[in-house]
């Protein structure tokens, strides 16, 4: 299980803290799911088409979800087993947490920059 989900924890980009997150290009849109151990910098790559491929060929630039974890091992796994999930599985747990598919990157960076 992860150690938080949603946008509760303040500390996304510590060397021993791993991230499971969700992109979204809109709500309902196409979904893109990555590990991470620095969640900012990561969905910032994302965002600005840094990272080729998928989110960039597809424009799924808004957070939508995200785990943190202590444990790569864990987060991984998690990662692979998310991917495998049917695509409703996955809009339900955003929906549970996020039912605005509002994008978190700008409230987590703010509360970053307070932390």
Not at 1 to 26: C, H, W
Not at 57 to 67: A, D, I, Q, T
Not at 96 to 115: G, Q, R
């Amino acid at each position: 299980m992860p150690a938080q989900a949603g946008i509760q924890e303040k500390t996304v980009n510590s060397s021993d803290q791993y991230f499971v997150y969700m992109l979204a290009g809109r709500k309902n849109g196409t979904l893109y799911i990555g590990v991470t151990n620095n969640l900012l910098k990561r969905v910032h790559q994302h965002k600005t088409n840094l990272v080729k491929g998928f989110t960039e060929k597809y424009g799924v630039h808004r957070l939508v979800y995200f785990e943190q974890y202590r444990d790569i091992r864990a987060a991984i796994d998690r990662e692979k087993r998310m991917k495998r999930w049917k695509r409703q599985w996955k809009i339900n747990l955003i929906e549970k947490n996020n039912p605005e598919w509002k994008d978190l990157f700008d409230e987590l960076a703010a509360s970053c920059a307070y932390a």
